[in-house]
């Protein structure tokens, strides 16, 4: 564990913890007024901070030194129809933060089984990993929306949906360039219909296998995650690395 | 989900299903004689059977046909000091084992906080990942060994141990042939001590960054499951596709 714990504070101009930080830091941690403290905004701002409160629900600190970092050249984002069971949703949030991602939309597709999704859980998750991961960029994570209308406002110019069939046996990290901005969609358990496959093509999504074993939606995501984040051009994101002095 | 449900017999002269898998077959599938079901032993072999009786903790088949599928070419072992929380480590087994792993060993290193695993438990995860992921070769999971007596018995050629410090930035995947057995050795929460990684490296292994984000145990051990599984060959996989008629 670093020696200086990383708080998240969304809004810096505030100078205090959210409730949830500030219990974090004033009754599990102890801190005490003076100690030091790191913040993020998840912006790519990481403060140096020192405490100058303890109030357990509105513990203010005082910014020492800031710095900004820029956020990755290559962006990745990963969208995904939902599975029922919202744990293995969480785990891949956790998982897909951790390793780098730069957004996760949810997308409900002709065989979701699940409707709705708990995103203030799940953006919860993903503070965690930020801070865990010492990261200072959060992954934006958007509300469910039915898959044409996602569709409709994808922006990213490398675009890949992962399905397999005998058209198709073009590996991810075949297909992706070093460089540039990439979507990966993850269909649902009951995989994409032929139409849902049909339209994502027809606005230049291609079709892209993730190996030979068949892949739960949540390990097809981190493995597209992990591949993404693995592809050739490494220095790309050296720019991300949090130095401490 | 396939149509015909995958079951797991390691000894397939028994001709019968063992107690665990009679009692998903005959409880909670309700399959009736002369249903079909593949089974595998987990060492290659799929066999095409159909159910001779419904006994709920001895269900009998008769085999139909058998195919013997070559372990691949490029082997994968994972060596991994467990996580305190097991939790963490049941999931570890079960995603590496559906994207593709050959071999998951434990090791006890100088700060590792778990002093046994529950082996069986986790090999209950592995078949389970096995069966879902429609493969037919059972990594090996093996007892936890300290981390010297571990060492003294690697017989991979290319050995690798993720860690990161400022002598060391090489990725991974760009480290890894494209052919080739491979082992690669992920750390406690509290990292592997200079000894360790002294020892490590004069009997040949090569320090490897999993990428920029301070990663968690489990989460390194995915990430290097799945960097291992895209490199380069892609092809050389290609033999362990099931094909079903």
Redo the contacts between chains.
């Keep these: 564990m670093p020696s200086v714990p990383l708080f998240y504070q969304p809004d810096l101009t505030l100078s205090h913890l959210t409730t949830e930080e500030s219990h974090h830091a004033i009754r599990v941690l102890r801190m005490r007024i003076g100690a030091a403290l790191e913040v993020t905004d998840g912006l790519g701002t990481l403060a140096s901070a020192e405490l100058t409160s303890t109030e357990s629900r509105k513990a203010a600190f005082k910014i020492t030194n800031s710095t900004k970092f820029p956020r990755r050249a290559s962006q990745i984002h990963l969208a995904v129809a939902p599975t029922k069971n919202i744990d293995r949703m969480e785990?891949m949030v956790e998982?897909c933060t951790?390793?780098?991602v730069d957004k996760i939309s949810f997308v409900r597709c002709h065989t979701s089984e699940r409707p709705k999704i708990p995103l203030e859980r799940l953006i919860k998750v993903a503070v965690s990993a930020m801070k865990?991961?010492?990261?200072v960029w959060m992954p934006e994570l958007g509300e469910m929306l039915p898959f044409d209308q996602f569709l409709s406002n994808v922006t990213e110019v490398q675009r890949f949906i992962a399905h397999v069939d005998e058209t198709n046996s073009n590996?991810?990290?075949?297909m992706v360039k070093h460089q540039g901005d990439c979507i990966l969609l993850v269909g649902p358990e009951g995989d994409f219909t032929k139409d849902e496959l049909d339209l994502a093509i027809s606005i230049g999504f291609t079709k892209v296998?993730l190996?030979?074993?068949?892949?739960?939606t949540e390990?097809a995501a981190?493995?597209g995650v992990?591949?993404l984040?693995?592809r050739g051009s490494?220095a790309d994101?050296?720019d991300?690395?949090i130095t401490r002095t």
């Excluded at 590996?171 to 075949?174: E, M, S």
């Excluded at 190996?211 to 739960?216: A, K, P, S, T």
């Design positions: 785990w998982k951790e390793i780098g865990q991961s010492e990261q590996h991810l990290t075949k296998s190996g030979q074993n068949r892949l739960r390990t981190i493995f992990v591949a984040n693995a490494i994101y050296s991300l690395r």
